[in-house]
C-alpha cells in the first residue's frame, strides 16, 4: 500500500485491558489508606502517570504522605499492579487489536507505542508484541505526560512519519488531547461521551472496519 501514514498505539486500555489492573492496584491502595474513588475518578488517571496519579487519589482522599512514604506506596502500588500483569499473556490481547496489527505488517504501514507507562515493554513481551512495534517510545522516555504531545510526537519522529500523518488510538482522554494537541489523528477506544474529544470514537476495536483504516491510511 503507497501511504505516508504511521500508526501510534496507547497500550493499557487499547492493546489490552490493564486499564482494569491499574484501577484495582489504585484501589486497593487508597482503600488501605482509609478512603475510595469511583470508576468515574478512575477515568482521571487513564493515561496519567504513576506519580501524577497518586497526586490525584491523593487529592481525592485529601491526604498528604512525606515524600518517602509517597515513593513506598507507588512501589506498592506497582507491585500490587504486577502481580496481576504476571499472569498475562497474547490471550490478554483484546479483541480485533491483533487483526489490525497483522494488517499494518503485512501492507507495511510503520507503526509504534505511545504509552505513558513504565512497565510497557514488559507487558508487550507477555503477549508476545514486543518485537512487531518499529518504535517504542513509553514512560521512561518521557519527561511530560499526556496531555502533553511529547510521548506522540517522539513516537511519529521515530517512525519517520509527520504529526499529521500519524493515527493514534488512545482509551484515555489526556491521550486524546495529547493527540490533538500534537496535530494527530485521534481515534478513541472507549465511549462517545467520554472521549468526544476524538476525531473518531469506536467502542473498541472489533467495530473497527479494515475498510476504515484503509480508507484513512491512503486518505
Ligand atoms: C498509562 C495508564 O498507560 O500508564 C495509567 O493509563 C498508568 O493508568 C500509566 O498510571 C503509568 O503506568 P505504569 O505502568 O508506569 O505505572
Ligand atoms: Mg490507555
Given at each position: 500500500m503507497e501511504t505516508n501514514k504511521g500508526v501510534i498505539f496507547d497500550l493499557d486500555g487499547v492493546i489490552v485491558d490493564t486499564a482494569k489492573f491499574h484501577f484495582l492496584a489504585w484501589r486497593k491502595l487508597a482503600n488501605d489508606l482509609g478512603f475510595d474513588f469511583t470508576k468515574e475518578q478512575n477515568e482521571q488517571l487513564k493515561g496519567v502517570s504513576r506519580e501524577d496519579s497518586l497526586k490525584k487519589i491523593l487529592d481525592w482522599g485529601e491526604?498528604?504522605?512525606?515524600?518517602?512514604?509517597?515513593?513506598?506506596?507507588?512501589?506498592?502500588?506497582?507491585?500490587?499492579?504486577?502481580?496481576?500483569?504476571?499472569?498475562?499473556?497474547?490471550?490478554?490481547?483484546?479483541?480485533?487489536?491483533?487483526?489490525?496489527?497483522?494488517?499494518?505488517?503485512?501492507?507495511?504501514?510503520?507503526?509504534?507505542?505511545?504509552?505513558?507507562?513504565?512497565?510497557?515493554?514488559?507487558?508487550?513481551?507477555?503477549?508476545?508484541?514486543?518485537?512487531?512495534?518499529?518504535?517504542?517510545?513509553?514512560?521512561?522516555?518521557?519527561?511530560?505526560?499526556?496531555p502533553d504531545p511529547e510521548v506522540f510526537l517522539i513516537a511519529a519522529e521515530a517512525l519517520n512519519i509527520k504529526p499529521e500523518n500519524s493515527i493514534v488510538f488512545e482509551d484515555s482522554v489526556a491521550g486524546v488531547q495529547a493527540a490533538n494537541n500534537a496535530n494527530m489523528i485521534s481515534i478513541g477506544i472507549g465511549e462517545q461521551k467520554t472521549l468526544g474529544e476524538a476525531n473518531y470514537v469506536f467502542t473498541d476495536f472489533t467495530e473497527i472496519d479494515i475498510e476504515f483504516i484503509k480508507k484513512l491510511l491512503t486518505k
Amino acid at each position: 500500500m503507497e501511504t505516508n501514514k504511521g500508526v501510534i498505539f496507547d497500550l493499557d486500555g487499547v492493546i489490552v485491558d490493564t486499564a482494569k489492573f491499574h484501577f484495582l492496584a489504585w484501589r486497593k491502595l487508597a482503600n488501605d489508606l482509609g478512603f475510595d474513588f469511583t470508576k468515574e475518578q478512575n477515568e482521571q488517571l487513564k493515561g496519567v502517570s504513576r506519580e501524577d496519579s497518586l497526586k490525584k487519589i491523593l487529592d481525592w482522599g485529601e491526604l498528604e504522605l512525606s515524600k518517602t512514604e509517597f515513593k513506598r506506596q507507588m512501589a506498592l502500588k506497582n507491585e500490587n499492579y504486577l502481580s496481576y500483569v504476571a499472569k498475562m499473556d497474547e490471550d490478554e490481547i483484546l479483541p480485533g487489536v491483533q487483526e489490525v496489527i497483522d494488517y499494518l505488517i503485512e501492507n507495511n504501514v510503520p507503526f509504534a507505542l505511545g504509552s505513558a507507562s513504565k512497565n510497557a515493554r514488559n507487558i508487550l513481551k507477555k503477549i508476545n508484541l514486543l518485537d512487531k512495534f518499529d518504535a517504542i517510545v513509553d514512560g521512561t522516555d518521557v519527561s511530560k505526560a499526556k496531555p502533553d504531545p511529547e510521548v506522540f510526537l517522539i513516537a511519529a519522529e521515530a517512525l519517520n512519519i509527520k504529526p499529521e500523518n500519524s493515527i493514534v488510538f488512545e482509551d484515555s482522554v489526556a491521550g486524546v488531547q495529547a493527540a490533538n494537541n500534537a496535530n494527530m489523528i485521534s481515534i478513541g477506544i472507549g465511549e462517545q461521551k467520554t472521549l468526544g474529544e476524538a476525531n473518531y470514537v469506536f467502542t473498541d476495536f472489533t467495530e473497527i472496519d479494515i475498510e476504515f483504516i484503509k480508507k484513512l491510511l491512503t486518505k
